[in-house]
T-cell receptor, first 116, second 114 residues
Framework: AQKVTQAQTEISVVEKEDVTLDCVYE???????LFWYKQPPSGELVFLIR??????QNEISGRYSWNFQKSTSSFNFTITASQVVDSAVYFC?????????????FGKGMKLTVNP | DAGVIQSPRHEVTEMGQEVTLRCKPI?????LFWYRQTMMRGLELLIY????????DSGMPEDRFSAKMPNASFSTLKIQPSEPRDSAVYFC????????????FGSGTRLTVV
C-alpha cells in the first residue's frame, strides 16, 4: 500500500533562513509519481512539482529545490532564503502508476511559518 | 483559462439536509477528482472520473455520498442526509493526460453541517 509520511508537522523560521521539508514515501510499485503542493492561508492547493520514479535528477526552480533519493525513499523540498509569502502548508503526495490509477495519496502536510 | 471552478465556496446546512457541491473542470481535461480535507484525516480521495466514467469510488464514505459527471464540463457531489461529521473542505481537481501534468485544484467548498 502506498503511504506518505511528513514527519514534521510545523516549522517556524525567520525570513531569509533556508528550510527543508522532509517527505518519505512507501510503495511497492517500481513506477510511481511524487508531487509537492502548497496550500497558502487562502486555502487553495497549488501544484509545485511532479517527479516520476525514473528521474532522480534534483530540480531547482528559483528559491525552491527538490532532492529525490530512491535509496532512502525520500523526496525532500528545500526553500532557500525563505520569505513571508512562503508561509503555507506544504503537502507531499504519491501516486502509483500500476493499473493506470490517478489516485494521489497525500501526506498530512507541514505548516511552515516564515516570520519577518 | 478560468481554472477549476467550484460552487458554492461556503455552505452551512442543518443536519439531515441534502447538500450538493458543484464543479466545473478545466476545459479539455479528461479526469476529475473529488477530495475531502479534514484536520483528522487530511486530504483523502473520495472518487475520480475519467472521460466522465467513475473509475475509483473506494473513498466514498458511505451511501449518503454520491457523485455524478453527466458531461465533460460538470460534476456534482451530493450528501444526503448530511451529518455534522461531514463538515470539511471539499476540493475538486481536474487533469489531462493522467499524472503527467499533475492535478489542478479548485478553490474548495467549505461545508459546515450544524
Amino acid at each position: 500500500a502506498q503511504k506518505v509520511t511528513q514527519a514534521q508537522t510545523e516549522i517556524s523560521v525567520v525570513e531569509k533562513e533556508d528550510v527543508t521539508l522532509d517527505c518519505v514515501y512507501e510503495t511497492r510499485d517500481t513506477t510511481y509519481y511524487l508531487f509537492w503542493y502548497k496550500q497558502p492561508p487562502s486555502g487553495e492547493l497549488v501544484f509545485l512539482i511532479r517527479r516520476n520514479s525514473f528521474d532522480e535528477q534534483n530540480e531547482i526552480s528559483g528559491r525552491y529545490s527538490w532532492n529525490f533519493q530512491k535509496s532512502t525513499s525520500s523526496f525532500n523540498f528545500t526553500i532557500t532564503a525563505s520569505q513571508v509569502v512562503d508561509s503555507a502548508v506544504y503537502f507531499c503526495a504519491l501516486s502509483e502508476a500500476q493499473g493506470g490509477s490517478e489516485k494521489l495519496v497525500f501526506g498530512k502536510g507541514m505548516k511552515l511559518t516564515v516570520n519577518p | 483559462d478560468a481554472g477549476v471552478i467550484q460552487s458554492p465556496r461556503h455552505e452551512v446546512t442543518e443536519m439531515g439536509q441534502e447538500v450538493t457541491l458543484r464543479c466545473k473542470p478545466i476545459s479539455g481535461h479528461n479526469s476529475l477528482f473529488w477530495y475531502r480535507q479534514t484536520m483528522m484525516r487530511g486530504l483523502e480521495l473520495l472518487i475520480y472520473f475519467n472521460n466522465n466514467v467513475p473509475i475509483d469510488d473506494s473513498g466514498m464514505p458511505e451511501d449518503r455520498f454520491s457523485a455524478k459527471m453527466p458531461n465533460a464540463s460538470f460534476s456534482t457531489l451530493k450528501i444526503q442526509p448530511s451529518e455534522p461529521r461531514d463538515s470539511a473542505v471539499y476540493f475538486c481537481a481536474s487533469s489531462y493526460g493522467g499524472l503527467n501534468y499533475g492535478y489542478t485544484f479548485g478553490s474548495g467548498t467549505r461545508l459546515t453541517v450544524v
